[in-house]
């Protein structure tokens, strides 16, 4: 069974520009999380998706955005772009929404802004 | 989610068990303990959970104490393989979904 992919895996971007990010999540889940890695502030929780409805969101600004579509497929878009946003964008599916079930992290993407 | 406490780091030597300690000292009855790892330039691995009883799989074990205020990953075997950051979470366990709270982890460094 194939894993989380994200795409891109790369990305650079200056600022003010806005960015949209992608998700496929593990054939079957139906839930997708998306959290930031930074050096400084490690990993925090975004949002998380089930069914199409956001269900949580984490502590971080409206620029932070994101959708699922009926296929479960995730996107996250980010507007006005700042230096701090440069981060690894990590994307999470897990089966369902309850929590006790795992999570499986794609190998995020990178982004860097200039 | 409680809060836990982990060492910053630890090292262990190849071909040894490594003991992974977590405080959780405010955890709630509704609480999963849950392991995650991040190797080096990868994202998290889920490694483990349990809820009060030791719990086992093909990866580490999981102690629990009695009282639930602390917990132990245990890697029987570790392998350079098995260097990684080690997250120990805690996770309500009544409807609905909350992201993880990853805290910063025991840096897990293996000798060969």
């Known amino acids: 069974k194939a894993g989380v992919t994200q795409t891109p895996r790369y990305l650079i971007k200056t600022r003010g520009q806005q960015v949209t990010l992608s998700c496929s999540p593990i054939?079957?889940?139906?839930?997708v999380s998306w959290y930031q890695q930074t050096p400084g502030q490690g990993l925090q929780f975004l949002f998380e998706?089930?069914?199409?409805?956001?269900?949580n969101k984490g502590n971080f600004p409206g620029r932070f955005s994101g959708r699922q579509f009926s296929n479960s497929r995730s996107e996250m878009n980010v507007s006005t772009l700042e230096l701090g946003d440069s981060a690894l964008y990590l994307c999470?599916?897990?089966?369902?929404?309850?929590?006790?079930?795992?999570?499986?992290f794609g190998p995020g993407t990178r982004l860097t802004v200039l | 989610d409680a809060k836990t406490t982990q060492p910053n780091s630890m090292e262990s030597n190849e071909e040894e068990p490594v003991h992974l300690p977590c405080n959780h000292s405010?955890?709630?009855?509704?609480?999963?303990i849950h392991w995650y790892r991040q190797l080096p330039s990868q994202g998290p691995e889920y490694v483990i959970h349990?809820?009060?009883s030791n719990v086992n799989n093909r990866m580490a074990s999981l102690a629990i104490a009695e009282d639930r205020k602390s917990s132990t990953l245990i890697l029987h075997r570790a392998t350079l393989r098995d260097a990684a950051v080690y997250y120990c979470?805690?996770?309500?366990?009544?409807?609905?979904?909350?992201?993880?709270?990853f805290g910063k982890g025991t840096h897990l460094i293996i000798q060969p």
């Open positions: 999470a599916s897990s089966l369902a929404t309850a929590n006790y079930n795992e999570q499986f």
């Open positions: 054939s079957g889940h139906r839930s």
């Open positions: 998706y089930f069914s199409e409805t956001q269900r």
């Open positions: 405010t955890i709630s009855g509704t609480d999963y």
């Open positions: 349990g809820l009060t």
């Open positions: 979470i805690l996770r309500y366990s009544g409807g609905g979904a909350d992201g993880l709270t």
